[in-house]
């Protein structure tokens, strides 16, 4: 029998990925919440046209574990549920940061990156030129903070205004934490290799020239489509839980049992089984696959394997408030696009706003979504904050900076605890040694979920993936 923790987006995907590999029956998810798909989380308004999403809402459509995604999505038959933004869309095109007290509109095409656009105090292409002529680094890195390598090789600005915007959008996080190795990691790896990112760039480009793309033969037709279509991002029609939902749907056809409001207490490995303490009763299984976050594991196996349970638990994680806004009005935006991210230079308590009415439709309603806190939520909310103290704060801005005064029609708070894992500099090595501890002591257990492999929709679906192929 196998055991799966968790019944977010990741351990429903791994019931999934040992349904097609038809792994040794039977499989039960366990889930602590009285619903499935964890941080992924819909309220639909069918009759008022509109829906809020508390945590991811899009997913991007390009890479590997893109395609990945959009095989499942084709398998589990949501292919026509597929809403797609496609490149020239309006939230493709314009994206938007808050610096220096107003709205600037980030370059989307080459003339953008020849000229000088604000909050930038010249062109973006010098960018590439510091990079250029900066020299190979003194020592050979094994790591850094995404700040530190993109300061030294492109400059403050871009460090200050587009990477640590954009950390905020991705992670909640804090640029000058957060591991190169996050969302650079190629970039990083070209640098050491090559003394420079555009020098090592351009030599691996000409030594790939000419070589056939394999892989473009092995998409499914979803994926084929999105890239003949040239999609941007992508949802799915009534919100993104539509897609844990048929999982948990799928799953539970095929025999997988799915268990909610479970009050999971202690692991105990004994020779080739776990042993479950659930709801106070003992459960044995053969194997084991832990998708919670890592310092809820941490205290399940800390009475057996304090080594393994300090290594989980040192994987930071931060809190996010998340808060829906309807308005009865349509276009109340000046601004169209995507919606607009803060850098923390800006020393302001919300992360970003998000145009929902503009990337899908709300019918008659101007929806938006603010994000605040991250790395950041203790020093703006204290430990505690209350619902109001939260909705105040996002109105506050959003009268401030998009001159929407008027009080919402409908409205959520979602304070979202703990949600989002921090990859500080040194977490890939953590991780490698938790893995380690994992293959020599033996133990039927793998991890899978945002903690290790990666925070967005496709990665920990593919960290299921290659979870249960292990």
């Known amino acids: 029998m196998t055991a799966i923790l968790g019944a977010g987006i990741s351990g429903l995907s791994a019931g999934y990925y040992l349904l097609k590999r038809g792994l040794p029956a039977p499989t039960v998810i366990y889930e602590a919440g009285s619903r499935i798909g964890g941080w992924i989380r819909t309220d639909r308004f069918d009759g008022d ?10 997913i991007r459509p390009k890479g590997p574990a893109a ?10 038959g949501l292919a026509d549920e597929v809403y797609p933004i496609c490149s020239n869309h309006v939230a493709a095109r314009n994206r938007m940061i808050y610096a220096k007290g107003k709205l600037n509109m980030l370059p989307s095409d080459l003339m953008g990156v020849l000229k000088t656009v604000p909050p930038f105090t010249k062109p973006l292409f010098f960018a590439g030129f510091k990079d250029m002529f900066t020299g190979r680094s003194k020592t050979v890195l094994e790591d850094e903070t995404m700040y530190s390598f993109v300061e030294r090789r492109f400059g403050k600005e ?46 691996e480009a000409l030594n790939k020239k000419g070589k056939k793309d394999a892989a473009k033969d092995l998409l499914s037709t979803l994926a084929k489509r999105a890239k003949s279509e040239n999609w941007s991002i992508y949802s799915i029609h009534g919100g993104l839980q539509t897609l844990p939902h048929r999982l948990g749907t799928v799953l539970q056809t095929n025999g997988v049992g799915i268990e909610t409001d479970v009050k999971f207490e202690e692991i105990l490995f004994d020779d080739s089984n776990v042993r479950l303490r659930v709801d106070g009763k003992e459960r044995i299984v053969n194997n084991l696959i832990s998708s919670i976050p890592s310092y809820k594991l941490a205290k399940r196996v800390s009475g057996q394997h304090p080594k393994l349970a300090k290594e989980l638990s040192a994987i930071p994680y931060v809190d996010v408030a998340v ?19 803060v850098p923390p230079i800006e020393n ?18 101007t929806v938006l979504t603010v994000m605040m806190g991250g790395a950041w939520f203790e020093k703006w909310f204290g430990t505690n904050p ?4 939260l909705l105040d704060v996002a109105l506050k801005h959003v009268n401030k900076i998009l001159d929407i005064s008027q009080p919402p029609d409908a409205y959520k708070v979602n304070n979202l605890r703990n949600c989002i894992p921090q990859y500080v500099v040194g977490h890939h090595k953590r991780v490698e040694r938790i893995r380690a501890y994992i293959r020599e002591h033996k133990l039927p257990l793998r991890l899978c979920g945002a903690a290790y492999d990666g925070v967005g929709v496709n990665d920990v679906i593919l960290s299921a993936k290659k979870c249960v192929e292990s």
């Open 386 to 389: 209350t619902d109001e103290l």
């Open 67 to 76: 395609s990945n995604t959009l095989d499942m999505i084709e398998d589990l």
């Open 323 to 341: 808060i829906n806004l309807r308005y009865k009005s349509p276009d109340l935006q000046k601004h169209k696009g995507f919606g607009f991210l």
């Open 158 to 203: 871009i460090a200050d205004y587009a990477v640590s915007a954009m950390l905020c959008g991705i992670c909640a996080g804090d640029a000058k934490q957060i591991s190169v190795k996050f969302l650079m990691s190629s970039l990083f790896e070209t640098e050491q290799k090559h003394g420079g990112v555009v020098k090592g760039m351009l030599k």
């Open 348 to 365: 302001l308590p919300i992360l970003g706003v998000i145009f929902d009415s503009c990337c899908f439709d709300m019918e008659d309603n």
């Open 49 to 58: 046209g509109f829906v809020f999403e508390a945590g991811p809402r899009t």
